[in-house]
């Protein structure tokens, strides 16, 4: 599995990267998913994201995992009470919120902490980055990031606080790479990418319900003729021109199913598409997206 330097941190971190949304929400046994943690380390992966609000997912990969600590870079986030007395972005809620991280993640400290998609008017105020910088300091975290997207990453990104950015890239969400991937990029910001793949939505046949609903649409218009091809080859196409976009650095996938995880590895390993391919992409982008086509969070 290639490996990039995070930014301006000492990571050097797989291109693709476990995202733990799964491991809290899909109902999967906590054995299967342990077994899907330890098989992904040995095939590579050294990045795991979580949060504080995907369901039961830091404790299930504190049990999976833990005990293999110094085999991966451990990254969560913090915002959303989830179960604690005080609102969203109160500063003791955060304080709290970390020490439980810690807690579940069975860890004294993780490698990043990440704002979990505030506002730009919280941003501003400074309290919000002020916790997580005395959470650096008291060594409960190595570094700090923002996960989130449109105005408010671009303000993340030129802030100057933050020595990653988690945002929303793919075939179905361009904005970032004319708003703030350039300006991350000559900061040396670690970027690390959501939603890579823009969940797979246009294997679904009917309109879905849910939040992947917006990828839907917009890839209905977008008619893409490499989505026509396999499933493999789609998914390979999708997967690699994110990680071929200057100043990504690792992008997100997450999964409850045995053997996924290795199958989207090996997907990895024609290489970065070519520069026609990735020019096609953004062209039928720029022709077709609309104004409101903005980052999906």
Not at 5 to 34: P, R, Y
Not at 212 to 217: L, P
Not at 261 to 275: C, I, R, V
């Amino acid at each position: 599995m290639e490996k990039r330097q995070l930014g301006k941190t000492d990571m050097h971190v797989s291109a693709l990267g476990f995202g733990g949304s799964e491991t809290g929400f899909s109902g999967t046994d906590s054995s299967i998913m342990a077994a899907i943690l330890n098989e992904a380390l040995d095939a590579g992966l050294n990045v795991i994201d979580t949060a504080e609000c995907y369901g039961t997912g830091e404790e299930t990969v504190g049990k999976a995992v833990s005990h293999r600590r110094k085999d991966y870079y451990l990254f969560t986030k913090c915002g959303h009470a989830a179960g604690l007395s005080l609102p969203d972005w109160d500063t003791k809620m955060l304080e709290q919120s970390i020490e439980r991280s810690l807690k579940r993640l069975q860890t004294d400290c993780v490698d990043l902490i990440q704002l979990h998609s505030c506002s730009e008017d919280i941003l501003r105020q400074g309290d919000v980055i002020d916790v997580l910088q005395r959470a650096q300091s008291a060594g409960k975290t190595r570094y700090i990031g923002y996960s989130g997207d449109r105005e408010n990453a671009v303000y993340a990104v030129e802030c100057g606080a933050f020595d990653t950015i988690q945002t929303s890239i793919s075939i179905a969400d361009q904005q970032a790479i004319t708003t703030h991937l350039p300006t991350a990029a000559t900061n040396n910001i670690g970027i690390i990418v959501k939603r890579p793949i823009a969940n797979a939505i246009w294997l679904t046949e009917s309109d879905p319900n849910d939040y992947c609903r917006t990828y839907w649409e917009r890839l209905k218009e977008l008619d893409y003729d490499f989505l026509k091809e396999n499933v493999s080859s789609a998914i390979s196409t999708a997967l690699r021109f994110t990680l071929s976009l200057p100043g990504v650095h690792t992008a997100i996938v997450g999964t409850a199913k045995p053997g996924r995880w290795t199958q989207n590895a090996k997907l990895l390993e024609t290489g970065p598409l070519s520069s026609e391919i990735i020019q096609s992409i953004q062209t039928r982008w720029n022709t077709i997206a609309k104004p409101d086509w903005t980052g999906q969070t």
